[in-house]
């Protein structure tokens, strides 16, 4: 029976995709907290995670979740008003892992019990809700089928969210050079740069606080390039033109 139902949701959001709200979509959304089963967690405080993230993609032909912790994971998303669904599941965007058990068994829980990611298959509906507070910041709230929940806002909260070093895109959409300019901390790192189905198209290292790379073979689309050194890791998103 819950197949059968799984079916006609696959069927029903297929027709009203393009229904889901604007704020939600090329919004980032910074993880402040998950419930599960009446506790809540935060994400660890650590010089090896940044803040938690989901983003919401346009892909031009529909709609791709991406959130990370240790790994990012994404999928394709159905929408309807009020409810998305995940009809593929997700799948791994990037491969290395987080080194600090902390972060380690948060990743899992994240992962597990909010996406229930486990299952390679048609998710369960999600409800999402956006509530916008008088100055204007936004809240998402997520909650799955099992009641359990994840709060993000659309700003980041206090100086620990800036506690990490991270690089910066000089120009953000790219054609054909891709330019970093990385703090001296991340000067000798290594530089992956992934599609969003978690294909890794380019693998470099870097010695020098400027980094360029060709990026003209790459064909259109949404990246995400991940610089990581023996203590730290800091993913961001560009767009090839």
């Known amino acids: 029976m819950k197949n059968i139902m799984i079916l006609v949701f696959v069927c029903f959001f297929s027709f009203i995709s393009s229904a889901q709200e604007p704020d939600l979509v090329n ?3 910074y993880l402040r907290e998950i419930n599960i089963g009446g506790t809540v ?12 993230k989901l983003e919401y993609l346009s892909t031009g032909n529909g709609y791709f979740l991406e959130t ?5 994971w994404g ?9 998305f669904l995940l009809p593929n599941g ?10 600090i058990q902390e ?9 597990d019990q909010i996406f229930q990611h486990e299952t390679n298959a048609v998710s369960d509906p999600i409800e999402y809700e956006i509530l916008t507070d008088s100055d204007g910041n936004k809240q998402l709230t997520l909650t799955n089928s099992n009641g359990d929940v994840a709060v993000y806002g659309d700003q980041l909260l206090g100086v620990e969210d800036n506690r990490l070093p991270t690089f910066t895109i000089a120009s953000n959409p790219v054609q054909n050079t891709l330019s970093l300019v990385l703090p001296e901390s991340l000067k000798n790192s290594s530089i992956e740069l992934y599609d969003i ?8 290292t870097s010695t020098n606080t400027t980094v360029a790379t060709d990026v003209s073979n790459l064909t259109n689309g949404v990246y995400l390039v991940v610089v990581t050194n023996s203590v730290t890791k800091s993913i961001k998103k560009f767009i090839k033109e």
Do not use: A, H, M
């Open 68 to 72: 990370c912790v240790c790994i990012c």
């Open 27 to 29: 919004t980032i959304w």
């Open 197 to 204: 189905r978690g294909k890794l198209q380019i693998s470099k």
């Open 75 to 83: 999928g394709d998303v159905l929408f309807d008003t009020g409810f």
């Open 90 to 99: 997700l799948v791994s965007i990037t491969q290395e892992t987080c080194s």
């Open 103 to 111: 972060n380690i068994d948060f990743d899992n829980i994240y992962f």
């Open 41 to 52: 967690i935060v994400s660890p405080s650590n010089n090896e995670i940044e803040t938690p």
